[in-house]
């Protein structure tokens, strides 16, 4: 059983399609542990609560959550269907930054950065995890992000329990490369 394949399964499931297995996500995200086992099971027999609870604690990104009894599971951030994953508003550092492919780059400098399939612009406060994203798309590229002018041009930020930072946009004008 390949725990790394399960897991980007999982992700699909939590973040975009829970109907693949047959199960729904309440408002917040949240999926019923016993109910993902099962679903997961269906094409992996014998893939139990042991193996997702090591999928949830050696998961590098800190994808997954469980609520207080560990009886309900969600993605983080990355959603493409709604769900409100109770965000706190954060002020964020002057600078966040944002992993791309070269081949995005001619969009994102005339539109800025869209969240397009996902709820929400993903950022990170490093450029080593910027660049990481970015080499997920090719030839990656980093862009800095003006967050703190932003967001005292009123744009809201939010950090996501694994660090994240979320916009629902970034305009072209607070875009450096």
């Not at 499931?13 to 829970?18: G, Q």
């Not at 932003?150 to 744009?155: A, E, F, H, K, Q």
Request: aromatic letters at 10%; hydrophobic letters at 30%; charged letters at 25%.
């Amino acid at each position: 059983m390949n725990l790394e394949n399960i897991s980007k399964y999982m992700c699909l499931i939590l973040r975009h399609k829970p109907e693949a297995i047959g199960i729904t996500l309440d408002e917040h995200g949240w999926a019923n542990v016993v109910e993902l086992i099962d679903g997961i099971r269906k094409d992996n027999p014998g893939f139990d609560l042991d193996h997702l609870y090591e999928i949830v604690e050696t998961d590098s990104n800190g994808r997954y959550s469980f609520n207080e009894d560990k009886t309900l599971i969600r993605c983080n951030q990355g959603h493409s269907i709604p769900v409100d994953v109770e965000l706190e508003e954060k002020q964020p550092p002057e600078f966040l930054y944002h992993g791309t492919g070269e081949k995005y780059v001619v969009s994102i400098d005339q539109i800025g950065l869209i969240p397009k399939s996902r709820l929400y612009v993903h950022l990170s406060s490093d450029v080593d995890t910027a660049e990481k994203v970015g080499q997920r798309h090719g030839k990656e590229v980093v862009y800095q992000v003006a967050s703190g002018q932003m967001y005292r041009d009123g744009y809201k930020f939010y950090l996501s329990v694994n660090n994240v930072w979320l916009t629902k946009e970034v305009p072209t004008k607070y875009l450096e490369r």
